[in-house]
């Protein structure tokens, strides 16, 4: 199936949500997480009309980054973030999604170069609460955000989350209500966030009625990823 035809698709899945959930479309941004394919299908997802991509793995990022032309993109980094990779995160993303602890934080905005604008955060919420997942604890979540929006060189923009697979449709939709309620409780102390960043291909009817405004969106546009 081509992109342009699985863009569509997705596209459908997403006005329909937003119609359900009495949202409007536009209030729901859509990156296409392109980790796991080609510079070339990226290239053709551009030429589709994607102007938003999502990796996870610098390695596998920058070479990709270097082949296509950088005007109009906009690039999120959505993998967990080591501290041997915040300056090459700094350096090429406009975003990065996965903040967990206030070192990483604190990093990212010192060797976020001078001449770009600072660069967008979300900070990554463990709403399932396996200890095997990334993301800090629910009850450290606003503690954190404190801290991070006072670095110089972030922007704090909203929460992540990448809940654990649930079965019953009823049962996906709880973690990101958690999120949102996370978020509205940080809001209410002040800090302006507009972004919750949740959903990805086989949940993202259940994030976009608990308010999600970005989608991450890979094997649903790209189809399986070549591992
Ligand atoms: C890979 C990935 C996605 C996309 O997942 P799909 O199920 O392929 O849509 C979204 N978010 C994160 C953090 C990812 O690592």
Same mark, same amino acid.
Request: glycine fraction near 6%; charge should be neutral.
């Given at each position: 199936m081509?992109?342009?035809? /699985? #863009?569509s698709?997705v596209?459908?899945?997403?006005v329909?949500?937003c &119609? =359900?959930?009495?949202? *409007?479309?536009e209030?729901v941004q #859509?990156v *296409?997480?392109?980790?796991g394919?080609? %510079?070339?299908?990226?290239?053709? %997802?551009? @030429?589709?009309g994607?102007?938003?991509?999502g990796?996870s793995?610098l390695?596998?990022a &920058?070479?990709?980054?270097?082949k296509?032309? /950088?005007e109009?993109?906009?690039?999120?980094?959505?993998?967990?973030?080591q501290? +041997?990779?915040?300056?090459?995160? *700094?350096e090429?993303? =406009?975003?990065a999604? @996965?903040v967990?602890?206030?070192?990483? !934080?604190?990093?990212l905005?010192?060797? /976020?170069?001078?001449?770009?604008p600072p &660069?967008?955060?979300?900070?990554q919420? +463990?709403?399932?609460?396996?200890?095997?997942k990334?993301?800090? %604890?629910p009850?450290?979540t606003?503690?954190?955000?404190? @801290?991070?929006?006072q &670095?110089?060189?972030?922007?704090?923009?909203?929460?992540m989350a990448?809940?654990a697979?649930?079965? *019953?449709?009823?049962d996906?939709?709880?973690?990101?209500?958690?999120?949102r309620? #996370?978020s509205d =409780?940080?809001?209410?102390? $002040?800090?302006p966030?507009d972004t919750?960043?949740?959903?990805?291909s =086989?949940?993202?009817? !259940?994030?976009v009625?608990? $308010?999600?405004?970005?989608?991450?969106i890979?094997t !649903?546009?790209?189809g399986?990823r070549?591992?």
């Amino acid at each position: 199936m081509e992109i342009t035809q /699985r #863009l569509s698709r997705v596209r459908r899945r997403l006005v329909q949500a937003c &119609l =359900d959930a009495g949202r *409007a479309p536009e209030s729901v941004q #859509l990156v *296409a997480v392109s980790k796991g394919h080609s %510079a070339l299908a990226i290239e053709q %997802a551009v @030429a589709a009309g994607l102007l938003e991509f999502g990796e996870s793995y610098l390695q596998e990022a &920058l070479p990709k980054l270097e082949k296509i032309p /950088r005007e109009g993109l906009t690039w999120h980094f959505i993998g967990p973030i080591q501290s +041997n990779k915040t300056r090459g995160i *700094a350096e090429n993303f =406009d975003w990065a999604h @996965a903040v967990d602890r206030l070192k990483i !934080a604190q990093r990212l905005s010192e060797q /976020r170069p001078v001449w770009l604008p600072p &660069l967008n955060v979300c900070v990554q919420v +463990n709403v399932s609460g396996e200890s095997s997942k990334s993301g800090c %604890a629910p009850e450290e979540t606003l503690e954190l955000c404190k @801290a991070v929006v006072q &670095l110089p060189r972030l922007r704090l923009r909203g929460l992540m989350a990448i809940p654990a697979a649930a079965s *019953a449709d009823a049962d996906r939709r709880i973690p990101f209500r958690r999120l949102r309620e #996370l978020s509205d =409780d940080v809001r209410t102390q $002040g800090i302006p966030l507009d972004t919750l960043s949740a959903g990805m291909s =086989d949940d993202l009817e !259940a994030a976009v009625t608990e $308010g999600s405004t970005l989608l991450r969106i890979g094997t !649903a546009l790209f189809g399986n990823r070549i591992p």
